[in-house]
């Protein structure tokens, strides 16, 4: 019969690849990770569900006019979703902490280390003929090394939308699994008395100080790196609304309703590029090993540069807070505190490190602003 | 692919110098910022003193949590008045 | 006087047709039984003022570069609004009741015989020469016996445009009069002995099943019928939001802001198609016609699968609850509940109601996926 | 246009037969995840005893609604003490 | 060395026209005012914001791709985010007063000379030389005497997006400026006895009224002028979802979160327009002075005939009241209240004031209208 | 330019005319509007009067504020009781 042969031609059983199901799998692994390990939920659900409807044969949700592609393209090609999460960043970020300890700001700058050696480790990998990676893709996949997803997926998408879905994947991942690579990392580079040092309390920040930082970072960034304006844009546009007072509201909608809405949409359209096709290739695999990579090397480099640190100045750092450069806010700077009270179970160091963990988000903006502007996105 | 590495390693070294003195040059700027503010005294000028807009958040002096353990107080204490 | 005539040329009351006129007063009438009398009032509310707009002569808001023009071509051409109210109620939905007693999700298919019967009701009249409906448009009207909005709205926006605002219409108006269409049929085929059936308490369900659940659904989707995907993964989606327990902030906003948004802009789109020159024809009458004989056929039929099932079946069901097979969540559970209340006024039937109540939004969206397949949407 | 209703016959047959197909094996489906779910004693692990991020949504154990009852029972008590 | 030479072509030093600099300078000013001054702050630190962002050389945020630019394509070419705000506009709007003495329509007619009499400022103008403006220019400078922001908007873009910038910043400083602007010239026009008017208390006005009443102003709008459709369509359908009690939930998504997301990015996306080649021209100065002497003749127009409609009737008006109809709602009826305050210390005239203040908002949007059809929008 | 002027002149007086006739226009409609409703005592009818659909949007008889200051007062009250 006609209609029954129509049907079966149509069931996703007769038109199912080996790589789709292989996909499905693997988002279900992601949801898995995400709902019962809690792996920054908030992304890794919407992803991992996005990734399953990119990979249902025949349904084209991901492709041509349907919903996914939509999204992807309204969304994510143009840049937009990113942007507006940045903004809703802004609006949730309190620079107290670092305008107190304006130093830690070099922390920020050395954990950036960790996407310049992967940027060179994907170029090293591609002159072995092990991968082909040209020099913006090796740029796109150098930024998980900033442990930023909303960067990571601007520049991917900017510099290589082809690897955007491995990419986002991976930033997310190392974000969530913070807790498990950085405390091995921060305790072989640091002597058990290094880790027990007690910080200075942090003064308070006046309000005005508060309203002026964007404003002036905004006008750095103008006059010097003006290809990490949209980024750093729309950071400081979010975190002045939040500051300057006479806003509240919009503040107060773009940290929560608009943050999600977009937050929902630019999962569903990051997982629009987990399509076997272009997701299970040995590429996938490079990235997810270079991020790995990245994400060590900042740690240690932030470490590192606090120890330099301290040997210029007179008021001590612990050199734990420098892990937090990383950004990954606010896992990373938890962890500094926690690793840091088994040293000293009176040591509080949390406020310590959101100094550097905040710098490291302006860091890696500035970052990816340098690589678009030299590849040319 | 030497030419590549070469690029690689050039964007590196460039890469890592931008984002030191961007940085560097912004602790600067911010400890200049934090110094005139408080050396004008600007920390405690109406600006900064004024409260924020904080009906419109809906925000209050008493948070509907501790409104809750009030009441709740209340309501335990004067249930075990009336026993 | 040059200006003088100008303005009376483009007043209204020099170009409105009589067409307009009594859109105009359908759009008003469609506002009071929203508003005086409570007929499914998000919706109607919003078509009918989108209708009032629609018919301003000379406005042309619905035409062209209008503003309700855009938003139907950029929510409801793309089909992104129904899905993305779709996503909002699988975020509302509660699958507990369903799936401690899975066997009403029979009754949520029995009820979709409507959908069928109307669409060869349709063909009918067409094949008798009273109507003019093709195939794609028969399945479109069709779905009205649904008794879901967006559903019906999706798959009109996919295979009948042109019939869209007389579907919706149709399909909103008969969900609000669930509680005086049903009532009579439930009645008529069942005894009074039946309506007193006291059913067994409902077990609790655990969060695990629940959170398992939308993605079994959407997996047996995947494999069997992939044309359902988009409808039933978006509200899978929803619901896995919903359940999961660690993106609750997503989940909050999804049935809140985003579908209030949402929920009006698909109203006014909806409303851009009340223009009178294609909601004033014969086609509309054949359709409201038509869209009630669905729901009776649908309420019929879910009534007596529960009647077959009490012959297989050691733990009776009251038959009453298989009205709930429609859907129009929850309009027809009350409506069951009430019924029932009737012939024992001890009997609680609303949770045993909200089983098949869900399931035939499940039946719907498959059956939708079914007839955009079949008919090639 | 008799080609017409014979397709529609068709497409009805194998339509209801259809959502009968798949509701049914979703039935199945259903009851045996139930059945593992309990079987494994997964229904009480800690994935599902895990309370839910409550906080964010601004969800309190006292409602609004609640509180108020309390605070404007306890004004009224008061009052009627102070007369 | 090479990419050292593009590090510094790609800055913003090296690329900053004189133009761009001073206007980071003006959006400076705009923040400060908007801050510091509480300056209409939901508008001005959004456009000024925006202002900064489209200023930074070389970063193109405000043209091709960039952020800003598909802001404003997609929100303010479209019409759509002014439109959307009239909507949220209507839902915060409390028509009871007006339809307690519906004769303060009149005040708020009266007030919208300001526009006209502009407009033939603008043209005047242009007779003599001095400026060049064309008559769809000079409609849409004269809207800014209708003292509503997005109204101004809505019109600048049909008619003359090169001017819109200039238009939005006058538009919205005038506002803010109200309480300085009117006092003196509602001082100068009235007496001390005038001014010391009390007026008869408004009596309730019931529920069944305020939903009728912005249904009978949509139809007479859809009779008799079409052209202003669009704008008090959106705001009468945003003030019966409020008034009418069924769709509370839309009503209150619409006051809150969507206004306040459509603000944002009305606010980007005008700020877009302050690029300095369009905005540093002797036309910007021609529509800030013409502007104020919109405000002015507004604000003179409504007390004269305040005490022209005194003539005429029994129950006495205070002619402080009529300063309201320019709209700016709600600072002008305040200014109303604390002018009248002074010369009677018992005499509350808040309540009386809302009346013409809200009728302004109509009277201007009548003006829009008639504007973008005469002139052919 | 004269042209411009002339037309400019008549914009603003077919404009202000307009203007004036359509708000006049509204106030007697409005007027009489308001009169049938008090005239067929709508104003008290079914529609008026049933309350508005408040849960939804959260408003409380007594709102947060209220309900705040009441527990404040309590606070203050039984404080300075127990001393
Ligand atoms: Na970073
Ligand atoms: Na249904
Ligand atoms: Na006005």
Known sequence: MDLLDQLWNGSGLAQMTFGQFAMILISLVLLYLAIAKKFEPLLLVTIGFGGLLSNIPGAEIATGNGLLHLIYEVGIETGAFPLIIFMGVGALTDFGPLLANPKTLLLGAAAQFGIFATLLGALGLSALGIMDFDLKQAAAIGIIGGADGPTAIFVAGKLAPELLGAIAIAAYSYMALVPIIQPPIMRLLTTEKERRIVMVQLREVSTLEKIVFPLLLLLLVAFLLPSAAPLLGMFCFGNLMRECGVVERLAETTRTSLINVVTIFLGLGVGSKLGAESFLTAETLGILALGMVAFSIGTASGVLMAKVMNLFTTTPINPLIGAAGVSAVPMAARVVNKVGLEANSQNFLLMHAMGPNVAGVIGSAVAAGLMIMITGG | ?83
């Not at chain 2, 070294?13 to 984002?19: L, Q, S």
């Not at chain 2, 109406?46 to 209050?60: F, I, N, S």
């Not at chain 2, 353990?69 to 075990?80: F, N, Q, Y």
Request: glycine content about 8%; overall charge negative.
């Open chain 2, 1 to 83: 692919m030497n030419g590549l590495l070469e690029s690689g390693i050039e964007l590196m070294m460039i890469g890592m110098g931008t984002v030191f003195a961007f940085l560097a040059l912004l602790v600067v700027v911010t400890q200049t910022m934090s110094w005139a503010v408080l050396k004008f005294g600007l920390a405690s000028n109406a600006l900064a003193l004024e409260p924020k807009e904080v009906g419109a958040a809906g925000q209050h002096a008493y948070s509907a949590d501790h409104v809750a353990a009030i009441a709740v107080a209340l309501d335990t204490h004067l249930r075990s008045k009336s026993q």
